[in-house]
T-cell receptor
Framework: GAGVSQSPSNKVTEKGKDVELRCDPI?????LYWYRQSLGQGLEFLIY????????KSGLPSDRFSAERTGGSVSTLTIQRTQQEDSAVYLC??????????????FGPGTRLTVL | AQKITQTQPGMFVQEKEAVTLDCTYD???????LFWYKQPSSGEMIFLIY??????QNATEGRYSLNFQKARKSANLVISASQLGDSAMYFC????????????????FGSGTQLTVLP
């Protein structure tokens, strides 16, 4: 079956502009996660959605970052007034059920964001 | 304190040989899951193998096996018969069952090990 898809694969923007990154999870997966991977770094958790529950935004680095998930499926991560330190690869992952520690997260190919 | 520690920034292995990538973790939870992911230069994170804290046997998936030593809090990945296509960054990650500061049961990742397979 289809895996997690993300678009665009690459995004170059100018400092101060807003950007939207899209994630389409695996069909049937109720949990969706956004992570950020800066150059040469591990993955940093940003935000998590589970079904229709309120998202956990505890990982968002500033109020310039927001995300929504429509209809329990597609998610959009928005970064307002982008800064150069926002340059990173943004990875989306989905899993079948968020409640179990055994649940495996499957990742999309990522969006590489470059802020000039 | 680091929850996941990968002490080998880079490793080299000869093709067809086995290699062990180290991972130690820190948790006070009794219930947790340990995961290994592979990230080739293309950037995608590929799930390799999972080990649950209550699993009595070491996990295996094809050429991948996980050497799980619970008392030492280590979960080393063993790749047998290395292939050139195994060259990639490898991440160890943990997911705890208890909700601590947040509600998300997100994965906590180590800093990764860059594996290079030599022909």
């Amino acid at each position: 079956g289809a895996g997690v898809s993300q678009s665009p694969s690459n995004k170059v923007t100018e400092k101060g502009k807003d950007v939207e990154l899209r994630c389409d999870p695996i069909s049937g997966h109720t949990a969706l996660y956004w992570y950020r991977q800066s150059l040469g770094q591990g993955l940093e958790f940003l935000i998590y959605f589970q079904g229709n529950s309120a998202p956990d935004k505890s990982g968002l680095p500033s109020d310039r970052f927001s995300a929504e998930r429509t209809g329990g499926s597609v998610s959009t991560l928005t970064i307002q007034r982008t800064q150069q330190e926002d340059s990173a690869v943004y990875l989306c992952a989905s899993s079948l059920v968020a409640g179990a520690f055994t649940d495996t997260q499957y990742f999309g190919p990522g969006t590489r964001l470059t802020v000039l | 304190a680091q929850k996941i520690t990968q002490t080998q920034p880079g490793m080299f292995v000869q093709e067809k040989e086995a290699v062990t990538l180290d991972c130690t973790y820190d948790t006070s939870d009794q219930s947790y899951g340990l995961f290994w992911y592979k990230q080739p230069s293309s950037g995608e994170m590929i799930f390799l193998i999972y080990q649950g804290s209550y699993d009595e046997q070491n996990a295996t998936e094809g050429r991948y096996s996980l050497n799980f030593q619970k008392a030492r809090k280590s979960a080393n990945l063993v790749i047998s018969a290395s292939q050139l296509g195994d060259s990639a960054m490898y991440f160890c990650a943990m997911r705890e069952a208890l909700i601590s500061s947040g509600s998300a049961r997100q994965l906590t990742f180590g800093s990764g090990t860059q594996l290079t397979v030599l022909p």
